[in-house]
């Protein structure tokens, strides 16, 4: 394993909330809502972009709408690209904040504005500005999961579905690279890329929660699975992958493998999309924090929890929790978000 960079400051400890628990709506009032949601929508000249991680009904939502359900780096090119006034982003703060960065001029609305993630929390601007100036060398990498000062403070952005194209064109070029906040994100990409990083301490909450011991039992029991892992998680995980990926690539090998089973290490949310484009396939859970043992999130992100169709019917309704950066910020942060999806169009070609 890789040791920590000596001066990797000592970040703020993140508070954790409960799981948020919505009340069963029941068939009639879900269908209902669902109606007057298309409804607003429709009347606003609005569209719900949705997370993989969010409620299966959102997800649904979304794509019967004419939205989207998909990861962090398609859900920021999707409102680019859509022509909608209105973006709802169902998901948590980081991504409806770079939605609004990309879109200016759009109104960006929110369930609710207190999703946050332990990774954005967990890197505070000052902070991160502070480790930045004290290596001045390195170009400074930041993953998506941060906030728009921090996005401000960097030369490229980029999510999991890109991260390791991106440092290896860095690489390649002999750039030293500043990375934050995820380290085990950051790991990953340097193990397969041979880059020389520096790395802030920072981790997602759920996906810390994967336990590699109980994953090895679980393997034993299904020896056919196939282990799908999302790249957040910690080193030992990683290492029993068959596949390490992005939401959308954990969904694609789903739907590709020859394989009958599968081990899931990521945010429970994403079974969702991952049943209803392999029906047959039998998916399972990996374990969190080993028998008898609590978790903090059990792979349920609580920020995404906290996304239900009350709460998006009731933004839509009163025009609430609208998300703000200033013109001044997003013009500072979406050099390096557009620098992203700028090397991601020359690589889709
Ligand atoms: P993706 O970009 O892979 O969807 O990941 C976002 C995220 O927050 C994972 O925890
Ligand atoms: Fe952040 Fe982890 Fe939740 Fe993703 S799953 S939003 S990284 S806390």
């Given at each position: 394993m890789s040791h920590p960079n000596a001066d990797a400051p000592i970040i703020p400890e993140v508070h954790v909330p409960d799981n948020p628990v919505w009340p069963a709506l029941g068939e009639a009032a879900t269908k209902t809502l669902k109606t007057d949601i298309k409804k607003m929508l429709q009347e606003q000249n609005a569209v719900l972009v949705a997370h993989y991680y969010t409620d299966g009904e959102i997800q649904d939502l979304a794509e019967e709408t004419g939205g989207c359900v998909a990861d962090s780096l398609e859900m920021a090119r999707f409102g680019t690209e859509?022509?909608?006034?209105?973006l709802v982003v169902a998901g948590v703060r980081f991504m409806g904040e770079t939605s609004k960065i990309l879109n200016n001029e759009k109104r960006v609305i929110m369930p609710d504005l207190a999703a946050t993630c332990s990774l954005d929390e967990g890197c505070p601007k000052e902070m991160f500005s502070q480790f930045c100036d004290a290596h001045p060398e390195h170009t400074v990498v930041v993953y998506a999961n941060t906030s728009a000062e921090v996005k401000a403070r960097s030369d490229w952005v980029v999510t999991s579905g890109i991260a390791l194209p991106i440092i290896k064109h860095l690489a390649e070029k002999g750039e030293k690279i500043l990375w934050g906040p995820d380290k085990h994100l950051g790991r990953y990409v340097q193990r397969l890329t041979g880059a020389e990083m520096l790395f802030w301490p920072g981790s997602c909450v759920v996906h810390e929660e994967f336990r590699s011991v109980a994953l090895e039992r679980l393997r034993k029991l299904h020896p056919d699975a196939a282990i799908l892992v999302h790249p957040e998680s910690p080193e030992q995980v990683v290492d029993q992958a068959d596949v390490v990926g992005s939401t959308t690539a954990l969904i694609d090998a789903v739907k590709t493998m020859d394989h009958q089973e599968f081990i899931v290490a990521t945010d429970a949310g994403i079974f969702n999309k991952m049943r209803q484009v392999a029906p047959d396939k039998v998916l399972l859970e990996a374990p969190t924090m080993g028998e008898g043992a609590t978790c903090q999130s059990c792979a349920r992100c609580p920020w995404m929890g906290m996304n239900s169709l009350q709460n998006l019917a009731e933004v839509l309704k009163n025009g609430s929790n609208e998300v703000e950066v200033s013109a001044n910020l997003a013009a500072k942060a979406r050099l390096p978000i557009q620098r992203m999806l700028d090397f991601a169009k020359t690589m889709r070609k």
């Amino acid at each position: 394993m890789s040791h920590p960079n000596a001066d990797a400051p000592i970040i703020p400890e993140v508070h954790v909330p409960d799981n948020p628990v919505w009340p069963a709506l029941g068939e009639a009032a879900t269908k209902t809502l669902k109606t007057d949601i298309k409804k607003m929508l429709q009347e606003q000249n609005a569209v719900l972009v949705a997370h993989y991680y969010t409620d299966g009904e959102i997800q649904d939502l979304a794509e019967e709408t004419g939205g989207c359900v998909a990861d962090s780096l398609e859900m920021a090119r999707f409102g680019t690209e859509h022509a909608a006034k209105t973006l709802v982003v169902a998901g948590v703060r980081f991504m409806g904040e770079t939605s609004k960065i990309l879109n200016n001029e759009k109104r960006v609305i929110m369930p609710d504005l207190a999703a946050t993630c332990s990774l954005d929390e967990g890197c505070p601007k000052e902070m991160f500005s502070q480790f930045c100036d004290a290596h001045p060398e390195h170009t400074v990498v930041v993953y998506a999961n941060t906030s728009a000062e921090v996005k401000a403070r960097s030369d490229w952005v980029v999510t999991s579905g890109i991260a390791l194209p991106i440092i290896k064109h860095l690489a390649e070029k002999g750039e030293k690279i500043l990375w934050g906040p995820d380290k085990h994100l950051g790991r990953y990409v340097q193990r397969l890329t041979g880059a020389e990083m520096l790395f802030w301490p920072g981790s997602c909450v759920v996906h810390e929660e994967f336990r590699s011991v109980a994953l090895e039992r679980l393997r034993k029991l299904h020896p056919d699975a196939a282990i799908l892992v999302h790249p957040e998680s910690p080193e030992q995980v990683v290492d029993q992958a068959d596949v390490v990926g992005s939401t959308t690539a954990l969904i694609d090998a789903v739907k590709t493998m020859d394989h009958q089973e599968f081990i899931v290490a990521t945010d429970a949310g994403i079974f969702n999309k991952m049943r209803q484009v392999a029906p047959d396939k039998v998916l399972l859970e990996a374990p969190t924090m080993g028998e008898g043992a609590t978790c903090q999130s059990c792979a349920r992100c609580p920020w995404m929890g906290m996304n239900s169709l009350q709460n998006l019917a009731e933004v839509l309704k009163n025009g609430s929790n609208e998300v703000e950066v200033s013109a001044n910020l997003a013009a500072k942060a979406r050099l390096p978000i557009q620098r992203m999806l700028d090397f991601a169009k020359t690589m889709r070609k």
